[in-house]
């Protein structure tokens, strides 16, 4: 039986073993800030700022490119081609690639609409993740189309 979204507890991000940028770039201060917020119709209330990450339902999973906790690689397919990550991508074009499964993130399209993200630089505080072996072509295909 799942936990209820209150009863669940964060990862301590020592176990994740992942940068520390993202994590700390999340202060007490950036969550009042988010929760004091009252510009719209609704309201953010629930922010707050744990010990570690809070793993996320995969439930409509395609439609939460980037991935990773990151956001350092554009496609699902991408992911499933490591350590092959794009070193800069474009994000948010919101044209849907359903072939690769994530939003459009190359071509003079995307760029237009988009911005860079480049994984590894320090003004995105985005790292590039390296994140196992490479999916044989059909593996991949198969898994995609799962």
Same mark, same amino acid.
């Given at each position: 039986?799942?936990?209820?979204?209150?009863?669940?507890?964060?990862?301590?991000?020592?176990?994740? +073993?992942?940068?520390?940028?993202?994590? %700390?770039?999340?202060?007490?201060? @950036?969550?009042?800030?988010? &929760? =004091?917020?009252?510009?719209?119709?609704?309201?953010?209330?629930?922010?707050?700022?744990?010990? +570690?990450?809070?793993?996320?339902?995969? %439930?409509?999973?395609?439609?939460? @490119?980037?991935?990773?906790? &990151? =956001?350092?690689?554009?496609?699902?397919?991408?992911?499933?081609?490591?350590?092959?990550?794009?070193?800069?991508?474009?994000?948010?074009? %919101?044209?849907?690639?359903?072939?690769?499964?994530?939003?459009?993130?190359?071509?003079?399209?995307?760029?237009?609409?988009?911005?860079?993200?480049?994984?590894?630089?320090?003004?995105?505080?985005?790292?590039?993740?390296?994140?196992?072996?490479?999916?044989?072509?059909?593996?991949?295909?198969?898994?995609?189309?799962?």
């Amino acid at each position: 039986m799942p936990l209820a979204l209150e009863d669940r507890q964060p990862i301590p991000v020592e176990h994740v +073993g992942t940068d520390r940028h993202r994590f %700390d770039s999340w202060t007490t201060q @950036a969550r009042d800030g988010f &929760n =004091g917020l009252s510009d719209f119709d609704w309201r953010y209330s629930h922010f707050r700022k744990t010990s +570690g990450y809070m793993a996320q339902a995969l %439930d409509g999973l395609w439609a939460r @490119a980037p991935y990773l906790h &990151n =956001g350092s690689v554009p496609t699902l397919a991408d992911l499933l081609r490591a350590p092959a990550i794009a070193k800069t991508f474009t994000v948010g074009y %919101d044209v849907y690639d359903q072939q690769r499964v994530g939003f459009v993130s190359d071509g003079p399209d995307s760029k237009a609409a988009g911005r860079p993200s480049t994984p590894g630089c320090p003004a995105t505080g985005i790292r590039a993740t390296s994140t196992g072996p490479r999916c044989r072509k059909r593996t991949s295909a198969c898994c995609l189309e799962f």
